[in-house]
């Protein structure tokens, strides 16, 4: 059983900046697939970043440039650093993580940016 408590968000202007957390319990997490993904109202829920347990990255094409996605396998915890925030990025942003054929999510931590 892994748990993910994601952490970090908050309301921010445009242009701005927020890092988000995600911490994991359970031994798996250094063999995981981890993923920010973010929930905006009344749309459905899109993968913002994921990194692999090699540490490989990619990114939605909206966020490129900006976000950048990193873990420290040592503190169970992988990160979403946003920079120049948009209106557009306002949504719940929730944690994955992934391994094999299971799959695990936080609740979700809202990021509002206002312009």
């Known amino acids: 059983q892994v748990q993910l408590v994601e952490s970090g968000g908050g309301l921010v202007q445009a242009g701005g900046s927020l890092r988000l957390s995600c911490a994991a319990s359970?031994?798996?997490?250094?063999?995981?697939?981890m993923g920010w993904y973010r929930q905006a109202p009344g749309k459905q829920r899109e993968l913002v970043a994921g990194?692999?347990?090699?540490?490989?990255?990619n990114y939605a094409d909206s966020v490129k440039g900006r976000f950048t996605i990193s873990r420290d396998n040592a503190k169970n915890t992988v990160y979403l650093q946003m920079n120049s925030l948009k209106p557009e990025d306002t949504a719940v942003y929730y944690c994955?993580?992934?391994?094999?054929?299971?799959?695990?999510w936080g609740k979700g931590t809202l990021v509002t940016v206002s312009s």
């Open positions: 994955n993580a992934a391994r094999g054929s299971m799959f695990y």
């Open positions: 990194i692999t347990s090699g540490g490989i990255t």
């Open positions: 359970g031994s798996i997490f250094r063999f995981s697939d």
